[in-house]
T-cell receptor, first 112, second 116 residues
Framework: TQLLEQSPQFLSIQEGENLTVYCNSS?????LQWYRQEPGEGPVLLVT?????EVKKLKRLTFQFGDARKDSSLHITAAQPGDTGLYLC????????????FGKGTMLLVSP | GAVVSQHPSRVICKSGTSVKIECRSL??????MFWYRQFPKKSLMLMAT?????????EQGVEKDKFLINHASLTLSTLTVTSAHPEDSSFYIC????????????FGSGTRLTVV
């Protein structure tokens, strides 16, 4: 069974602060995805990383995939209240229709 | 593109009744759909994987006779919660993908089920 350890589980910060969310596993994934979910809604895909060592940037969000494709991180610069939500990492081990293994999620609260 | 519609968004039912939740891929053909259950402020728990035209594969601990999944077409999968009980109250989410997509998991907006 593949497991994804996501940390921290909860993060409460002030607007303007930086933060990093980590996703670690002992298993190798073919790709890893990051989602953001708001209450009462389904997860929305932020990014997919595929290549070991890959770094992707989405405005103030920076995503990194570990060289061994076992871990990933999400860094948010100058967090804003609109960044509040549940952040989920999910790993895929095969082709496009393999099941996703989800981390437990990080609940981020950014206060004005 | 890649839009998944889930209906209803909220449903309240009486204990003992059955509830059907629909998941539709609006602009693509979904060879595989997944059903998840999510508890408040928790991550998604995979319930079953559904391939078009075949029986769903259920995760360990998920009762297949209680959570009936049908994937009769490439654009529609349904989850029926049979003989619902209050402990079945939860947020149910579907996702859909297509064979060959490397990052094509699109999620529905979820269904909040409350059993009273």
């Amino acid at each position: 069974t593949q497991l994804l350890e996501q940390s921290p589980q909860f993060l409460s910060i002030q607007e303007g602060e930086n933060l990093t969310v980590y996703c670690n596993s002992s298993s190798v994934f073919s790709s890893l995805q990051w989602y953001r979910q708001e209450p009462g809604e389904g997860p929305v895909l932020l990014v997919t990383v595929v290549t070991g060592g890959e770094v992707k940037k989405l405005k103030r969000l920076t995503f990194q995939f570990g060289d061994a494709r076992k871990d990933s991180s999400l860094h948010i610069t100058a967090a804003q209240p609109g960044d509040t939500g549940l952040y989920l990492c999910a790993g895929a081990s095969g082709s496009g229709y393999s099941t996703l293994t989800f981390g437990k999620g990080t609940m981020l609260l950014v206060s004005p | 593109g890649a839009v998944v519609s889930q209906h209803p968004s909220r449903v309240i039912c009486k204990s003992g009744t059955s509830v059907k939740i629909e998941c539709r891929s609006l602009d693509f053909q979904a060879t595989t759909m997944f059903w998840y259950r999510q508890f408040p402020k928790k991550s998604l728990m995979l319930m079953a994987t559904s391939n078009e035209g075949s029986k769903a594969t259920y995760e360990q601990g998920v009762e297949k006779d209680k959570f009936l999944i049908n994937h009769a077409s490439l654009t529609l999968s349904t989850l029926t919660v049979t003989s619902a009980h209050p402990e079945d109250s939860s947020f149910y989410i579907c996702s859909a993908t297509r064979q060959g997509w490397s990052n094509g998991y699109t999620f529905g907006s979820g269904t909040r089920l409350t059993v009273v």
